[in-house]
């Protein structure tokens, strides 16, 4: 499988713990992005990068939150004492820009629970 | 305020009957747009996207959608329903020259009556 694959698949921690993600892009794709969905929600931008260039945050992004991609290949996302608000799923995309446009691929996402 | 609307949170159709999905974007300019199918607990799948052109795509498992500049909208259609095409479906955009980050739309949850 050539997707975007992304680990865990699953995360229950306690409140105050520190949980990291790990993203794993489609490996041509030069563009890797972080989403946060909640329930019955739409999935929301966190951030994204070109190669390892981190290039927009968005403000849902607070100062525990941490995103890396050291070589420009898979990216981690990392979440310092963590809060019951954290509890989502976390989605990574990977695109590459072709013609007039770009389609971004999902991977099947982490979900955690924050307890 | 820019926004995507998917104004039907729940749909329910009869397997076999027709299906559209509706999705309508408030840009100043005409957006990239993309409709996602995201079944429980699963990341999402791209069912089909519009960048410019013919106003009709096609896209898989037999969905298509209309983009309509007058109503800023974009649509998805199935012309006949199977019971595995229950699941949650998005609309999404990316603002032309503004960034790539998608704008995701609530949501429609489809659900399928045999």
């Known amino acids: 499988d050539t997707g975007v694959s992304q680990d865990p698949r699953h995360k229950i921690t306690k409140r105050g713990q520190n949980v990291t993600f790990r993203c794993d892009p489609i490996s041509e794709h030069n563009r890797l992005y972080w989403y946060r969905q909640t329930l019955g929600q739409g999935p929301e931008f966190l951030t994204y990068f070109q190669n390892e260039a981190q290039l927009e945050k968005s403000r849902l992004l607070s100062d525990r939150f941490s995103a890396e991609r050291p070589k420009g290949s898979f990216s981690t996302l990392e979440i310092q004492r963590t809060e019951q608000g954290d509890s989502a799923m976390y989605l990574c995309?990977?695109?590459?820009?072709?013609?007039?446009?770009?389609?971004?691929?999902f991977g099947p996402g982490t979900r955690l629970l924050v307890l | 305020a820019q926004s995507v609307t998917q104004p039907d949170i729940h749909i329910t159709v009869s397997e076999g009957a027709s299906l559209e999905l509706r999705c309508n974007y408030s840009?100043?300019?005409?957006?990239?747009l993309f409709w996602y199918v995201q079944s429980p607990g699963q990341g999402l799948q791209l069912l089909l996207k519009?960048?410019?052109?013919?106003?009709l795509v096609q896209g898989i498992k037999g969905f298509e959608a209309e983009f309509k500049r007058s109503q800023s909208s974009f649509n998805l259609r199935k012309p006949s329903v199977h019971w595995s095409d229950a699941a949650e479906y998005f609309c999404?955009?990316?603002?032309?020259?503004?960034?790539?980050?998608?704008?995701f739309g609530t949501g429609t949850q489809l659900k399928v009556e045999l």
């Open positions: 840009y100043g300019a005409t957006p990239y």
């Open positions: 519009y960048f410019s052109g013919d106003t």
């Open positions: 995309a990977s695109s590459a820009k072709t013609g007039n446009g770009e389609t971004q691929y």
């Open positions: 999404a955009v990316v603002l032309t020259g503004g960034g790539n980050k998608l704008t």
